[in-house]
Antibody, heavy 121, light 107 residues
Framework: EVHLVDSGGGLVRPGGSLRLSCAASGFTFSSFAMSWVRQVPGKGLEWVSGINDDGSNTYYADSVQGRFIISRDKSKNTLFLQMNSLRADDTAIYYC??????????????WGQGTPVTVSS | EVVLTQSPGTLSLSPGERATLSCRAS???????LGWYQQKPGQAPRLLIYATSGRATGIPDRFSGSGSGTDFTLTISRLEPEDFAMYYCQHYDGSVTFGGGTKVEIK
C-alpha cells in the first residue's frame, strides 16, 4: 500500500527557513515524479514544485521560484522541500503528492497527510 | 498559463440526486491533461478522474468525467452521503493549475 508521510512543518519567522520531508513507502519511489502542493486552510490548492523520477529536473511555481528547492533521496525514499526567505503568504498546509503511473503527466494519485507551515513574527 | 474556472461555487443537492460540476479553461487544452479531485475537510485531496474521463483506482462508477477543448464536466450520477465535499479540477500544460473548487453540500 502506498504511504506518504509529510513532516517538518512549524512556525517560522518571516525571512526564515524550513525543510519539509515526505517519507514514501509501498511503491518504487525512484520510478515516480513527485510534487509539493499547498493549501491555505479554507482556500484552494496551489501547486508549488515538482521533480522528475531521477531528480534531474525540477520545476517551480513563479511564487516560490528562487526561494524553494525541491530534492529527493532515493536511498531514503524521501522527498524534500527546502523553503528559504519565507513570507507570510507561504503560510499553508503543504502536501507531497505522487504522480499517477503511465500518464507522464502530473496528476496525483496519492497524497501525504499534509504538514502545516505558519510564517509569522 | 491556463486559468480554470469552476462553477457553480456551491451546489446544494439531496442524496440520490445527480450532480453536474463544470470546469472551464481559459483556452483550449488537451483532454489528456485534465483531472478531478475530491477533498473532504481535514483530508488530503483524492484523485477521482484522470485524462478527462478515466476513473482512478477504486473510484465508484457513479463518478464520470467528460469534455473537450475548454469545457469539462464531472458528473456524480446519484449522490451518496460520502460524496458531499469539495471538488477541484486540475490541468497541466508545463505548469500545474487547479480550479477554484465547487462545494457540493447537502440541501
Amino acid at each position: 500500500e502506498v504511504h506518504l508521510v509529510d513532516s517538518g512543518g512549524g512556525l517560522v519567522r518571516p525571512g526564515g527557513s524550513l525543510r519539509l520531508s515526505c517519507a514514501a513507502s509501498g511503491f518504487t519511489f525512484s520510478s515516480f515524479a513527485m510534487s509539493w502542493v499547498r493549501q491555505v486552510p479554507g482556500k484552494g490548492l496551489e501547486w508549488v514544485s515538482g521533480i522528475n523520477d531521477d531528480g534531474s529536473n525540477t520545476y517551480y511555481a513563479d511564487s516560490v521560484q528562487g526561494r524553494f528547492i525541491i530534492s529527493r533521496d532515493k536511498s531514503k525514499n524521501t522527498l524534500f522541500l527546502q523553503m528559504n526567505s519565507l513570507r507570510a503568504d507561504d503560510t499553508a498546509i503543504y502536501y507531497c503528492a505522487k504522480e499517477i503511473a503511465g500518464l507522464g503527466r502530473p496528476l496525483f494519485d496519492h497524497w501525504g497527510q499534509g504538514t502545516p507551515v505558519t510564517v509569522s513574527s | 498559463e491556463v486559468v480554470l474556472t469552476q462553477s457553480p461555487g456551491t451546489l446544494s443537492l439531496s442524496p440520490g440526486e445527480r450532480a453536474t460540476l463544470s470546469c472551464r479553461a481559459s483556452h483550449s487544452v488537451s483532454s489528456n491533461d485534465l483531472g478531478w479531485y475530491q477533498q473532504k475537510p481535514g483530508q488530503a485531496p483524492r484523485l477521482l478522474i484522470y485524462a478527462t474521463s478515466g476513473r482512478a483506482t477504486g473510484i465508484p462508477d457513479r463518478f464520470s468525467g467528460s469534455g473537450s477543448g475548454t469545457d469539462f464536466t464531472l458528473t456524480i450520477s446519484r449522490l451518496e452521503p460520502e460524496d458531499f465535499a469539495m471538488y477541484y479540477c486540475q490541468h497541466y500544460d508545463g505548469s500545474v493549475t487547479f480550479g477554484g473548487g465547487t462545494k457540493v453540500e447537502i440541501k
